[in-house]
């Protein structure tokens, strides 16, 4: 099964469209549309409604968190037309290439009849505006699903916060895969990831040149506008979402020269000529306190004589960056033996005891693969390699997740095909327009090659084989808890960030669960906005793909709404934000956090 029906490029017109379709697809008639019973309540933390009148024709109030009842809000188009879309394309993916995908998963016909079978009933679930159905799988993490399903106050996909249903339909689509034999590790958007990858390969292999010459150490003036820099690329490859495209490719654009071959893709250039599409610009305040905050932190950890130990109580502390212990338990050290010789190192207490981080760590909470992960991990290498931070941390999703999300295998898959990268290509120089007092670049051929990147390819896998990247995937991630609720669901991981300089948080689905999925007023501060959820710097670099923003300055809303009623749907524009409050990291009460949160790639 295939289909045809994708949005519109200039997506401009889709209001148009949801009327079209929407007596199909959730059978909504006119005089439902609206409804002046008492039981609806505005404020949240949804509208509470009541069939048989459960749609409203107006767009998400202020302060609401956002839901598919309201017929002009993106999260009702997403639901009533997006999601389906991404569910028509994997079925359409499994009868296409079921073959190869047979082949691969050493799959049966019958594997792929059942999961072609079960999304096509997620989907006729969905665009009805069904009933949640419980998880089936007998797992942990399915179960705490289902008791998160059976709380909730209203189980419906339209009536509910948008990123619960919106998460639990990316969980049903892993539990098709879980319940079927030789489908177990199958990622249903494995290839999509694949050829975005392939179609970015000229991007990066620009960014990779340049990044090349940002790697020896600096003065800080350098240093600081490369870290600016690298931030704002790491900001735009945010542009290449295969979830807000539907499954289509998406790719940084680049116009035709005058000799009518295609010019090179610059990211750096697509820097300065999107500046004036940067809302909010955090850049300088971010290099200068996660410089600052390095170094301070740097010399508390030298002067922790707790730190200088000779071994860790379990693998938290590890991959924190004390080396490892062959000791299980969680316990907190005893001290050294009366009459042990002065100076000689003891056991390192709990990582849950520590009040001082044990080494000097970033950590980035990912959004895409394929060129976005490229450009953190530029990023990374060089916060590493200017020795600002000696540890950084990947975290990423443990599956298939919002189609384009980073998982283990990408990440994996992303720095093998670097090191592994063959791509050239050679466009003539154009010369200046006549008139410009600059003197017009040499006539010649400009050329872009993959000699960087595959060099690039070759640190990264050292760099994770010696523990400076890790890949860490916590269940949190793949939960549709917003954030300011992380200490209550998962205390563990909130206590992990907080061991980092700082938290750089990617892309519009992270961003929408740190303001709690709430339709906020868009100037509010970033940190209100928040709601207490500091556990570190937190940097939020986004492109705007929701209807939600905040920190944006008076009366910038309203003129870009008056220029496109539609541009926080688009990606056209994008915020780069710090929150510079940080909660004290205090000892826990709690026992230290069990094994299996980090990934072997």
């Known amino acids: 099964m295939s289909t045809t029906s994708t949005r519109p490029a200039s997506q401009s017109q889709h209001s148009s469209v949801r009327s079209e379709t929407a007596r199909s697809a959730v059978n909504i008639s006119d005089d439902e549309e609206y409804s002046t019973k008492p039981e609806f309540i505005y404020g949240g933390p949804f509208i509470k409604v009541e069939k048989p009148c459960p749609f409203l024709n107006t767009a998400t109030p202020m302060n609401v968190q956002l839901q598919g009842t309201f017929k002009k809000s993106f999260a009702y188009y997403s639901l009533k037309e997006r999601l389906p879309i991404i569910l ?6 499994l009868s296409r290439e079921g073959s190869k995908i047979k082949s691969a998963n050493s799959a049966s016909d019958e594997d792929i009849r059942g999961y072609i079978q079960y999304i ?5 679930d969905l665009v009805t505006n069904k009933k949640y159905d419980l998880l089936t799988v007998d797992t942990p993490e399915a179960r705490k699903w289902n008791e998160w399903i059976s709380n909730t106050e209203n189980q419906y996909y339209f009536t509910n916060i948008w990123v619960f249903s919106e998460c639990y339909v990316y969980r049903r689509l892993r539990e098709g895969c879980e319940l079927s034999k030789g489908l177990q590790n199958f990622d249903p958007f494995d290839e999509q990831k694949e050829q975005s990858f392939v179609n970015s390969l000229e991007p990066m292999c620009v960014v990779a040149d340049k990044l090349m010459t940002m790697l020896p150490p600096s003065d800080k003036d350098k240093r600081k506008a490369d870290f600016m820099t690298l931030l704002k690329i790491c900001l735009w490859a945010n542009k290449c979402d295969l979830s807000l495209s539907m499954g289509e490719q998406v790719t940084l654009n680049s116009a035709d020269g005058s000799s009518g071959v295609k010019k090179i893709i610059d990211p750096f250039q697509i820097v300065n000529d999107l500046k004036d599409k940067l809302l909010v610009d955090d850049t300088a305040k971010i290099s200068d306190l996660v410089v600052t905050k390095a170094e301070a932190m740097a010399k508390t950890i030298e002067g922790n004589t707790n730190l200088k130990t000779k071994c860790s109580c379990n693998r938290l502390a590890t991959l924190a960056g004390l080396p ?44 895409n693969a394929g060129y976005e992960l490229f450009a953190d991990l530029c990023l990374a290498h060089f916060l590493v390699s200017q020795n600002i931070v000696k540890k950084v941390r990947f975290h990423v999703k443990r599956i298939p997740w919002f189609v384009s999300d980073v998982t283990p295998r990408d990440f994996k898959y992303v720095i093998r095909s670097c090191a592994q990268a063959n791509y050239s290509r050679e466009v003539p120089v154009e010369s200046k327009p006549e008139g410009e007092t600059e003197a017009s670049e040499p006539e010649g051929l400009r050329s872009v090659n993959s000699n960087s990147l595959v060099n690039l390819g070759g640190i990264w896998r050292k760099l994770v084989d010696d523990g400076t990247f890790v890949v860490m995937c916590d269940d949190f991630w793949t939960s549709p808890h917003v954030y300011k609720d992380m200490k209550q669901h998962d205390p563990d991981l909130y206590r992990k960030l907080q061991f980092a300089v700082a938290v750089m948080f990617k892309g519009d689905l992270n961003y929408r669960k740190l303001l709690g999925e709430r339709n906020c007023n868009p100037t509010l501060a970033f940190e209100s906005a928040l709601q207490g959820f500091t556990p570190a710097p937190l940097v939020a670099l986004r492109t705007v793909k929701a209807d939600l923003v905040c920190g944006l300055p008076k009366g910038k809303w309203e003129q870009l709404n008056g220029i496109d009623d539609k541009w926080m749907e688009k990606g056209d524009y994008g915020v780069i934000q710090l929150c510079a409050k940080t909660e004290a990291l205090k000892a826990s009460e709690r026992p230290c956090a069990p094994d299996g949160e980090v990934e072997d790639v």
């Open 88 to 93: 028509t394309k994997v079925i359409d993916y």
């Open 120 to 124: 096509t009933k997620l989907k006729n």
């Open 324 to 367: 490892p212990c062959k000791q299980e338990c969680c316990e907190e050290a005893k001290p050294s033996e009366e009459g042990a010789a002065e100076g000689e190192a003891q056991q390192a207490p709990c990582p849950g005891k520590l009040t001082v981080p044990p080494t000097v760590m970033f950590d980035i909470v990912c959004d």
